[in-house]
Nanobody, 129 residues
Framework: QVLLVESGGGSVQAGGSLRLSCVVS????????MGWFRRAPGKEREGVAV????????YYADSVKGRFTISQDNAEKTLYLQMNNLKPEDTAMYYC??????????????????????WGQGTQVTVSS
């Protein structure tokens, strides 16, 4: 069974930084599309960033480009989301998601959370002005 466990959320002031972590267990991690999504109160789930574990290219939502960085540690089977220059509109529950596949993912996957079959429990990020 594939499990994703997020951590690293918290409360910060605007302009601050947080790093989210997602520890993966239950599969080899060598071939999967991994992503971070978020859902703010009253809004739909939004794709933040995705990358393919077997590749190097990451894709970002326009709203976070230049501020957020998705990365991975294959040896530790951990996905990260470094969030800098946080804004109040970044306040949301952040979820790690996985799609087990030999097919690389691209920016289009940000718009299709239904493609991801495994989700973590989420970690809350709150940014105050």
């Amino acid at each position: 069974q594939v499990l994703l466990v997020e951590s690293g959320g918290g409360s910060v002031q605007a302009g601050g930084s947080l790093r989210l972590s997602c520890v993966v267990s239950g599969y080899t991690y060598s071939s999967a599309c991994m992503g971070w999504f978020r859902r703010a109160p009253g809004k739909e789930r939004e794709g933040v960033a995705v990358l393919y574990t077997g590749g190097a290219t990451a894709y970002y939502a326009d709203s976070v480009k230049g501020r957020f960085t998705i990365s991975q540690d294959n040896a530790e089977k951990t996905l990260y989301l470094q969030m800098n220059n946080l804004k109040p509109e970044d306040t949301a529950m952040y979820y790690c998601a996985a799609r087990i596949s030999n097919r690389a993912c691209d920016k289009d996957y940000l718009g299709y959370p239904g493609l991801f079959g495994t989700w973590g429990q989420g970690t809350q990020v709150t940014v105050s002005s």
